[in-house]
T-cell receptor, first 116, second 113 residues
């Protein structure tokens, strides 16, 4: 069964500092991986996706993530945090076979706080 | 505009009173699903559908029902809601093939008292 673990339920950074949100996954086959962002009182918005075309994936709002198969990781980074980045972030893996085909399995979420 | 529309956005109800949350998508997606979001647990899948008249249980199906009579609609039914179903609910849709990233509705915040 696939699973996703996000290390750190809360991350706090200063404006302009590096953002690093950690995600580790387990999957028996090469995965499709996603990062979603949820702003207060809104639905989930896709930040970026890994589809095996490239290990470094660039997304919206200056975010990027690197797929590392040896570490089963897909950490999300942004060089310089902005106040508008404050939100909850979810890492997810998509099932590719059997009854899990199409199913998204989510991590627990990481709330990012950005201080002035 | 491509979108997933859920209604209502907010709902307060009493224990045992049947309710339906509607979900509609305009992207001709085959795959639709319902998730519930609870603090510290992320999103967990309740039910999913791979196409019209094809539905199956997700990870937390107890107390819920769904139907898929048309490709665009996938309502979530709580026939006898209980307080432990107080949660934030999301409907999502995606293509079956390819990467199949999911598109999410705005969410329905349900309170059962």
């Amino acid at each position: 069964a696939q699973s996703v673990t996000q290390l750190g339920s809360h991350v706090s950074v200063s404006e302009g500092a590096l953002v690093l949100l950690r995600c580790n996954y387990s999957s028996s086959v090469p995965p499709y991986l996603f990062w979603y962002v949820q702003y207060p009182n809104q639905g989930l918005q896709l930040l970026l996706k890994y589809t095996s075309a490239a290990t470094l994936v660039k997304g919206i709002n200056g975010f990027e993530a690197e797929f590392k198969k040896s570490e089963t990781s897909f950490h999300l980074t942004k060089p310089s945090a902005h106040m508008s980045d404050a939100a909850e972030y979810f890492c997810a893996v998509r099932g590719t076979g059997g009854t899990s085909y199409g199913k998204l399995t989510f991590g627990q979420g990481t709330i990012l706080t950005v201080h002035p | 505009e491509a979108q997933v529309t859920q209604n209502p956005r907010y709902l307060i109800t009493v224990t045992g009173k049947k309710l339906t949350v509607t979900c509609s998508q305009n992207m001709n997606h085959e795959y639709m699903s319902w998730y519930r979001q609870d603090p510290g647990l992320g999103l967990r899948q309740i039910y999913y559908s791979m196409n019209v008249e094809v539905t199956d249980k997700g990870d937390v199906p107890e107390g819920y029902k769904v139907s898929r009579k048309e490709k665009r609609n996938f309502p979530l039914i709580l026939e006898s809601p209980s307080p432990n179903q107080t949660s934030l609910y999301f409907c999502a849709s995606s293509l079956m093939g390819g990467v199949g990233e999911a598109f999410f509705g705005q969410g329905t915040r349900l309170t059962v008292v």
